[in-house]
């Protein structure tokens, strides 16, 4: 199977594991990215078995709208029974790097509010430490200077993401060649940065789920303890 056909596998695999337990009243997290947009258009096809869904970026919210899925304001809808969402790199512990299309402060809300956090992904994200892809932290424009300094005193090369805006006005620095052989430390040490607004480690609350699409078929791997 190509790239392509793994991550619709995997899109299909959570559609699969949270149909079940879907009602008229269900409001379904949806992350942001390639894979996301294949659950996207596999929610549509149940469309009539859920309520609606919340997105984790204006380009996820105009997908969902496009198939005629509400989109509603997360303030009216939390706690959330499920969020699906693709990732950048995971490691055995369910622990990730998020934002590679600059979506992670949003994906990390709705992270938090959700009770499943499912992580759907192609095998090539799997990693036994992560930050060999540079770690993305959306950063306020006045404090870009300020930041990059910070991360290099934690070992980073932060590289500023040339013409790039969040969905929330920010910047983008990802940074290189960092340590995160403890993501739970880093992603703590990169909150107290003054400026960083989110960071892209997803480890105090990694995800509870993990559909790796490999080439025998994909892979359920629940995070040890869940
Ligand atoms: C966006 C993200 C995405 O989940 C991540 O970049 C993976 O994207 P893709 O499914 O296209 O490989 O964190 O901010």
Known sequence: M???ELK????????DYIKPHLDQDSIIGVGTGSTANCFIDLLATIRNDFD???ASSDATAERLKSHGIPVYDLNSAAPLEFYVDGADEANERLELIKGGGGALTREKIVAEVSKTFICIADESKKVDILGAFPLPVEVL???RSHVGREIVKLGGDPVYREGFTTDNGNVILDIYNLDISRPIQMEEKLNNIVGIVTNGLFARRPADLLLLGTSEGVQSIPRKGV
């Open 141 to 143: 424009p006045m404090a």
């Open 2 to 4: 190509n790239q392509d």
């Open 8 to 15: 619709q596998a995997v899109a299909q695999a959570a559609l």
């Open 52 to 54: 609606g869904a919340v």
